[in-house]
């Protein structure tokens, strides 16, 4: 059921920058309340309902003061925990397959009537995350159009239509990558899909070292289809992450060269540290040193270059060979003595 639901997901990917096809998923960057399981902020708990910013969360609103504090007509913005649907075992109301991650998703929901009049939602800055330089950063939010239904109170909303949405990764607090509705159209009433933002920062980027920042909008514009419906869009498990730019690149410094080859052997079999886990498998191993060894030199294209000035040994067959098994054979036996029975 799960599974159905999620191959019926649609993806949009908006590709500002990818420096590199193939890169990994990489490492994940920590975001509070990722998932809005937590609503113990909030100003409002009503039934099935949380209104009010959340832990984690700030409201966003332009223009400024429309939404007040997101807990009053005509805004609202939250949580909804979807509801089991009466006489339909395993399902849910609004949303029949429930929450894509956990219990609980978040809203933004404005009555009929107040539309057009600017965009709203939930914004984060994470604190202490930097944007940094030859990276590649992918952001994932699950986007939700809610389906017509009753709530707990007996109060039926029409939410056929879809009012648009916007995801923004920010730096300093302005958008520096985003998705502009690219999915609205094609996800069916009821479902999520995953949108996809990703942005590549360069080294002579202005905005290198200030905090990143996330930001969930419903556009709040009048679906033609539905034009006396109310208007809401839904989130749900809101992931960032990062990976170099360039395959091969392990230390992240914009070249790849020697000093990857050292953290690739230096973590050779680690499922722990994964900087040099290049084909996000979960674990460094030989695949992982191919694209290094393949990418090697990189980069050539020189849009932003930084390689060393130390004289760095040639990936030749022989030298490869020589240090592949040099790694494999000083690595390989501890971590099976380690383990093996006694
Ligand atoms: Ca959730
Ligand atoms: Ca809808
Ligand atoms: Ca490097
Ligand atoms: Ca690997």
Same mark, same amino acid.
């Given at each position: 059921m799960v599974a159905a639901a999620r191959c019926r997901r649609v993806s949009s990917v908006v590709a500002w920058v990818v420096a590199s096809a193939g890169y990994a998923i990489g490492a994940p960057l920590p975001i509070v309340n990722a998932g809005f399981?937590?609503?113990?902020?909030?100003a409002v708990h009503f039934n099935e309902f949380s209104f009010g910013a959340l832990p984690g969360w700030e409201l966003y609103d332009d223009p400024a003061g429309? $939404?007040?504090?997101?807990? +009053?007509d005509p805004f609202y913005v939250g949580t909804l925990e979807p509801q089991p649907a009466p006489g339909m075992p395993g399902q849910f109301i609004n949303f029949p397959a429930g929450a894509p991650e956990g219990v609980r998703v978040a809203i933004a929901y404005n009555r009929a009537g107040s539309d057009g009049q600017g965009g709203y939602g939930l914004q984060q800055t994470l604190v202490g995350t930097p944007l940094q330089p030859y990276r590649t950063y992918t952001l994932r939010v699950e986007v939700g159009n809610i389906a017509s239904g009753q709530a707990l109170s007996g109060e039926f909303f029409d939410l056929s239509g879809f009012p648009g949405y916007r995801i923004d990764l920010l730096a300093g607090g302005a958008? $520096?990558?985003?998705?502009? +509705?690219?999915?609205s159209g094609s996800i069916p009433e009821g479902e999520f899909a995953t949108s996809t933002v990703v942005f590549s920062a360069a080294p002579s980027d202005p905005r290198l070292g200030l905090d990143l920042g996330l930001r969930l909008v419903n556009l709040n514009q009048v679906d033609p289809l539905a034009p006396t419906a109310d208007l809401e869009v839904d989130f749900d498990n809101v992931r960032l992450s990062f990976a170099p730019?360039?395959?091969?690149d392990f230390n992240v410094d914009g070249a790849v060269n020697a000093a990857d080859y050292t953290v690739w052997r230096d973590t050779l079999g680690s499922g722990l540290i994964l900087a040099a886990d290049a084909n996000d498998n979960g674990v460094v191993d030989i695949e992982d040193y191919s694209v290094w060894a393949s990418n090697y030199g990189m980069p050539t294209g020189v849009d932003y270059v930084q390689l060393d000035s130390i004289a760095t040994p040639e990936p030749t067959t022989a030298w490869l060979a020589a240090a592949v098994f040099a790694a494999a054979y000083a690595r390989w036996p501890r971590r099976s003595a380690r383990t093996a029975p006694r």
């Open positions: 399981e937590d609503t113990t902020g909030s429309l $939404i007040g504090a997101g807990a +009053s958008p $520096i990558a985003s998705d502009m +509705s690219l999915l730019s360039l395959d091969g």
